[in-house]
């Protein structure tokens, strides 16, 4: 699914026009990126949290010239699906089959 194919089911849904709902879905993108950008999570209760994941330091070899490299310390976002969010999404899984 597509961030318009989102933005067709919200608005089909409920009755607010496309234009409407296409920016309120990139200001909620754009809030979850400030805030991740700014070291601060953001929990959806039901849905799952976006959260900021700390790499370590790790070293990596580059086989073609058979060089080490040191890749350092950095952080990634990431996102972390509520319980009820994974369960529902296991049994829809199990009931396909």
């Not at 754009?30 to 070291?39: P, T």
């Not at 039901?46 to 040191?70: E, L, P």
């Not at 009820?84 to 829809?92: D, E, L, R």
């Amino acid at each position: 699914m597509t961030k318009a194919d989102i933005v067709n089911e919200i608005s089909k849904n409920t009755g607010i026009e496309k234009v409407t709902v296409q920016k309120t879905v990139e200001a909620f993108m754009e809030a979850i990126k400030d805030s991740l950008v700014k070291d601060k999570n953001v929990y959806l209760r039901g849905f799952g949290s976006f959260i900021v994941k700390k790499r370590a330091q790790k070293t990596a070899r580059n086989i073609s010239k058979n060089t080490t490299i040191i890749i350092p310390e950095h952080n990634i976002p990431s996102f972390k699906p509520a319980k009820s969010f994974t369960g529902k999404v296991k049994t829809s899984v199990k009931s396909s089959k």
